[in-house]
């Protein structure tokens, strides 16, 4: 029973990641190579191990709601970064500032594909097939985003000081974390305990967000076409 209902999970939970992996890295004008790519996919599937020890501790001592879903935004923000930070920022495949853009939204995906994957097994190991199916489609269409949207705001505040100096990318750094944990965080609390309407509503400025996205997409790739016009 665990087994199959790992497997099912697994299938609803990653290929929703796949399927966005294969949007977004259409953007990147030159491909990655496949081995960072997967690398920065499983260590942010890797994360949420650590997220979700690190947020049970959370829960077991903070009883304040907004403060608990403040700190559980900072560990799953702050875990993606890392990954990003540790495993493809400072590699030689990071070319250009839309490569920045592309990684975060990548560990974000991993991240996003093995945590819908827990949320969907819960369902199925009691039976309920589905309220499983039901679970993997509202996390495809708002926490799946969520994670897009929140990492790559890190990846397009760095991007967008690529060809700055150090202390302008760390402030850009600090700016860009705040931004995508008050997104986690607005996320969070529109749809804990929210009517269907309102979880609707929620994931209505999510796709918003997602459209703001690719126009920021657009935005860093000018960066990387300025700087060239510039040395030329």
Do not use: C
Not at 80 to 88: C, D, L
Not at 136 to 146: A, C, D, E, V
Not at 189 to 197: D, L, P, R, Y
Request: without cysteine; glycine residues 6%; proline residues 2%.
């Amino acid at each position: 029973m665990f087994v199959s209902s790992f497997f099912y999970a697994a299938i609803a939970g990653i290929l929703p990641s796949l399927i966005w992996l294969f949007f977004w890295l259409r953007e990147d004008t030159h491909a990655q190579p496949r081995s960072l790519i997967a690398f920065l996919f499983f260590a942010g599937m890797f994360s949420v191990i650590i997220s979700g020890f690190t947020e049970k501790y959370i829960s077991d001592v903070i009883t304040d709601q907004n403060l608990r879903y403040v700190l559980w935004a900072i560990v799953e923000e702050l875990l993606k970064f890392m990954v990003v930070a540790i495993i493809a920022l400072h590699s030689i495949q990071n070319r250009e500032p839309i490569d920045v853009m592309i990684y975060f939204i990548v560990a974000a995906l991993g991240f996003a594909a093995l945590e819908n994957t827990f949320f969907i097994m819960d369902p199925l190991l009691n039976g309920e097939v589905t309220k499983g199916l039901l679970t993997g489609n509202m996390r495809f269409i708002g926490s799946t985003l969520l994670h897009i949207v929140s990492s790559a705001s890190i990846g397009f505040a760095i991007g967008y000081v690529y060809y700055y100096g150090r202390i302008t990318k760390i402030f850009a750094t600090i700016l860009g974390v705040i931004i995508a944990v008050t997104i986690h965080f607005l996320f969070n609390i529109s749809i804990m305990n929210a009517s269907t309407e309102q979880t609707l509503r929620t994931f209505g400025w999510i796709w918003g967000a997602v459209v703001l996205l690719i126009i920021l997409f657009e935005e860093v790739k000018a960066v990387h076409m300025r700087k060239i016009g510039s040395s030329v």
